[in-house]
């Protein structure tokens, strides 16, 4: 599968609480098999499962088994420990989205498994449709929770179309565009490219500088001020935290911290070794 990894990067270990944005496809399925992932492990994080075209089964430790759609919030809470699957279905075609991780904060990084699914419903201003998955945005707010608070949006924009969204100025706010060419923060992001602003703005203004309809997803949230250790599928604070984590799966693999996947057919996936050299901490800056 084509995947860009647009967070974290040189410059930018988070936007609020987000600390991970993968960005994949447009793939067809009949060239690259689709997305077929084995048991695997997650701490210390909520994983947050949007796509635009295609299908993707979620089975998990907690016993859910839900479906991934364009347009519907799959969103999964592995505190202290979970395992899931990922499994495009045979009727996908073209798969193509993105898959966001948000970090939880130290008084709830240890907290139970969860599982949510919402289909948030579009709100239309200005040329744009607007789906919040995630916070408050445009009048409408999610009903999912979140350990912060945090904004997570897809935008649609019509061709020329410009649309201004008040937005919590406590937020830092981050525009990861799809298709088209949108003016951001007086920045044109092309396709893949991720735009950052700061906290401070009340108003977003965006702008569609493409002849077709542009999309993409808006990220917010206040500036996470700890620090993190993020390894594989783990969110720690310490190398230690880390190890810790490691050894609990590759001992386990299906015991009790993790949870066993009922349904899948195939054998979980080990976690690499670790690096030779502690694992440091990362944060932004302000």
Known sequence: MTVRRTLPQRTRSLIGAWCFADHYGPDDVADTGGMDVAPHPHTGLQTVSWLFSGEIEHRDSLGSHAFVRPGELNLMTGGHGISHTEVSTPDTTVLHGVQLWVALPDAHRATGRDFQHHVPE??????????????????????VRTFTPLLGAELLLGP??????????????GLLVDTGAVRFADTSLRPAELGYLEPGAARLTLTNESDDTARAVLLGGPPF????????????????????????????LGGPRFGEVQGYDGAPLPAPELPNAPLKPRGNRH
Not at 134 to 142: K, Y
Not at 237 to 249: F, G, L, P, S
């Open 122 to 143: 579009p709100v239309r201003l200005d040329g744009a449709e607007i789906r919040v998955f995630l916070g408050a945005l445009a009048g409408t707010t999610s009903p």
């Open 160 to 173: 020329g179309a410009t649309v201004t969204l008040p937005v919590d100025p406590a937020f830092e706010h």
């Open 225 to 252: 001020e700890e620090e993190i250790v993020m390894w594989w599928n783990f969110i720690g604070r310490t190398h230690q935290d880390i190890v810790r984590a490691r050894e609990d799966w590759m001992a386990e």
